[in-house]
């Protein structure tokens, strides 16, 4: 596997390089700007909804498709955009398995964008725990 693990998208944007390459972007329709501020790559740009035009990075194919995606569809799709790099995020599931395993079957680098590090809060092993978390905090079982 040739991963690059980033902490931001702007890092993901910085990891491409300054050489123009074929970028198959799977972060998601409202995080664009990092690329619009990388201009020269050519993006292919995967999503399930339309994004707003005026989001777009200036060289960009948009792909309307909804999961899930398995590895044979991955590898065509990536075979017939000639994609030289792929860029996501850590979604912490199976979520991104098949572009990952249809990445390392064609050889492709990856640019993944690591998930956020979420502050300190308390937890609870049970319901119990939950329960008595709740009332310590003004809830009552009729407010739940």
């Not at 690591?114 to 300190?120: E, G, H």
Request: contains cysteine; aromatic residues 4%.
């Amino acid at each position: 596997d040739r991963w690059t693990r980033v902490g931001t998208l702007q890092d993901a944007a910085t990891a491409l390089g300054p050489e123009p390459r074929r970028v198959f972007l799977t972060t998601g329709r409202k995080d664009l700007a990092a690329f619009r501020a990388t201009p020269g790559h050519h993006y292919i740009l995967r999503s399930i909804d339309p994004p707003d035009d005026t989001e777009l990075p200036p060289d960009c194919t948009v792909l309307l498709a909804r999961p899930p995606f398995d590895h044979d569809a991955e590898a065509r799709l990536m075979r017939d955009h000639a994609v030289q790099v792929l860029v996501t995020k850590n979604a912490g599931a199976d979520a991104t398995r098949a572009k990952l395993d249809a990445a390392r079957t064609l050889g492709l680098p990856v640019v993944m964008v690591d998930r956020p590090i979420l502050p300190p809060a308390e937890t609870v092993a049970d319901v119990d725990g939950a329960l008595t978390w709740l009332a310590a905090h003004g809830f009552t079982r009729r407010s739940v």
